[in-house]
């Protein structure tokens, strides 16, 4: 029995002719056409990728600057200032007793009272 298929395969082995491949489909430039679209995928990526990283720089760079005007104008309402921590960062060292003075104001307005007699300080330091 195994004689048998043995001679059926070598019959099969004796008539096999191989087929020559057809050519790579190349385009005029020698690039295959997948491959200029994964470099058209890549080179869109990166144009992306760029052009969000210089949105984000200058949208960073747009930071209010406190003007003494501006900052007499927003501390007039204090509860309802808004103030970046870029543009404070930059009220801090161009200005700095400007700064404290917002500060305090904030402070102020914002945390309890601590010198009454029952504040939290006092309340904290009788324990």
Not at 31 to 42: E, K, L, Y
């Amino acid at each position: 029995m195994h004689d048998r298929d043995d001679e059926q395969f070598e019959c099969y082995l004796k008539s096999f002719r191989p087929v020559d491949p057809g050519p790579l489909p190349f385009s005029a430039s020698g690039i295959p056409t997948s491959g200029r679209r994964r470099v058209a995928f890549a080179v869109t990526a990166v144009g992306c990728f760029a052009v969000a990283a210089l949105l984000l720089i200058t949208l960073s760079n747009r930071a209010p600057r406190m003007t003494d005007k501006t900052l007499s104008e927003r501390t007039r309402e204090p509860n309802q200032v808004q103030v970046s921590a870029p543009a404070l960062t930059r009220l801090a060292f161009d200005d700095h007793d400007t700064f404290v003075e917002l500060i305090s104001r904030k402070a102020e307005s914002q945390l309890p009272p601590m010198k009454g007699a029952q504040s939290a300080l006092r309340v904290l330091a009788k324990e």
